[in-house]
């Protein structure tokens, strides 16, 4: 990326937050693979004023979304069968969603702790 201005990179930083409050409208975060290019952008565009683990788990949250989107169209193939192979599998992806739902849920609370972090130590 070239240098840009203070006030360009502000804006476009709005302008990545924006992008990226509309993908989640459009939910699950519609796109993984832009999203993720959205989060990339406003990693380098903050040049460190957030902690790398914050978009770490932004990154480790798409990924499991993008599994929940993947096992769900699976699901959904697979719903009207009494095939013995499709009812074990669908046990199988129901498990799988669970430990997804709970491992990004973690996720969620890693993201709204350290937020809460660091608007306190704003405040000091």
């Known amino acids: 990326m070239t240098a840009i201005t203070a006030d360009e990179r502000r804006k476009r930083l709005a302008q990545v937050r ?3 409050s509309a993908l989640m409208a459009n939910g699950a975060l519609g ?6 290019a ?7 565009l903050s ?5 790398p683990r914050y978009f ?3 990154r480790n949250m798409l990924e499991s979304t993008a599994k929940v989107q993947a096992l769900s169209a699976e699901l959904q193939k697979i719903s009207g069968s009494s095939k ?3 009812i074990a599998r669908r046990q199988e992806i129901l498990s799988q969603l669970q430990q997804l739902s709970t491992r990004i849920s973690a996720e969620a609370a890693d993201l ?4 809460r972090r660091a608007a ?3 405040k000091s």
Request: aromatic share 0%; proline share 6%.
């Open 38 to 44: 959205l989060i990339n952008e406003l990693e380098q």
């Open 18 to 20: 924006s992008d990226i």
């Open 31 to 36: 796109s993984p693979e832009k999203a993720l």
């Open 120 to 122: 306190n130590a704003g």
């Open 47 to 51: 040049q460190g004023s957030a902690d």
């Open 84 to 86: 013995p192979e499709d």
């Open 112 to 115: 709204q702790s350290g937020a």
């Open 56 to 58: 770490q788990t932004l």
